[in-house]
Each structure stands twice: as structure tokens, then as C-alpha cells.
């Protein structure tokens, strides 16, 4: 007997017996790590800039993006948004590119949250 007929055998020994007692094992999915995208202040990249970033890339309204940079204005670090690893990972890479492009030295970084 092939191991996919002793399955479906296992099953059906299963599904003989009352049907109010059989119930399949609950699977338990765990939700993914999330993490903090980071902006570094600096002394080069302008205000302008990081909300454009702020707005376009992580898709906060102009008001929320003039606080978060102001934040990252006066505590050298601010919150931009708090995703999956992948992506935050593919946050970093847009901010790191758009600013390249626009030569700035926007550093972005990720923690654990």
C-alpha cells in the first residue's frame, strides 16, 4: 500500500466513528516579525526631501510626514513605518535608491520593533 492509500485509509478509519468527535489538529500560524523602518537625520539631505520620501514611499499624509521628519530633525531618528522583514528590507532599498538618484545621504535603517 502506497503511503497516499494508507493515508486516505487513516481518514477513513477516522470519519467511521462518530463524526461529532473527530476534529482536526488546529493549525497554528505564527505572525511574522515586525520592524521598525528608520530615518538618520543628517546634515545634508533637506527637510523638503524627507517628506517627499515620507509621502511617496512610505504613503503617510503631509501632515504625518512633517511631524516624523521634524522628529527626525530633532532626535537624529524617526519612525517612517513598521513592517514585515521583507518589506522593510524593500523600503530601505527604495529610500536608499530615491535618494541616490537625488544625491542625498538619507541613511535608512531597521530594527526589531
Same mark, same amino acid.
Given at each position: 500500500m502506497s503511503v497516499k492509500e494508507n493515508k486516505q485509509t487513516d481518514c477513513q478509519e477516522k470519519n467511521e466513528g462518530d463524526a461529532s468527535v473527530? @476534529?482536526?489538529?488546529?493549525?497554528?500560524?505564527?505572525?511574522?516579525?515586525l520592524y521598525k523602518v528608520l530615518l538618520h537625520n543628517d546634515n545634508y539631505t533637506t527637510?523638503?526631501?524627507? =517628506?517627499? =520620501?515620507?509621502? @511617496?514611499?512610505?504613503?503617510? #499624509?503631509?501632515?504625518?510626514? =512633517?511631524k516624523i521628519m521634524l522628529q527626525v530633525?530633532?532626535?537624529?531618528?524617526?519612525?517612517?513605518?513598521v513592517y514585515s522583514f521583507e518589506v522593510a528590507e524593500t523600503?530601505?532599498?527604495?529610500? @536608499?535608491?530615491?535618494? %541616490? %538618484?537625488?544625491?542625498?545621504?538619507? %541613511?535608512? #535603517?531597521?530594527?526589531?520593533?
Open positions: 473527530f @476534529t482536526e489538529a488546529e493549525k497554528k500560524v505564527k505572525e511574522p516579525s527637510m523638503e526631501f524627507v =517628506v517627499q =520620501v515620507l509621502m @511617496t514611499i512610505f504613503h503617510h #499624509s503631509q501632515g504625518e510626514a =512633517v530633525h530633532h532626535n537624529s531618528l524617526g519612525v517612517a513605518g523600503k530601505i532599498a527604495q529610500v @536608499t535608491e530615491l535618494a %541616490r %538618484r537625488s544625491e542625498f545621504p538619507l %541613511r535608512c #535603517s531597521m530594527e526589531p520593533e
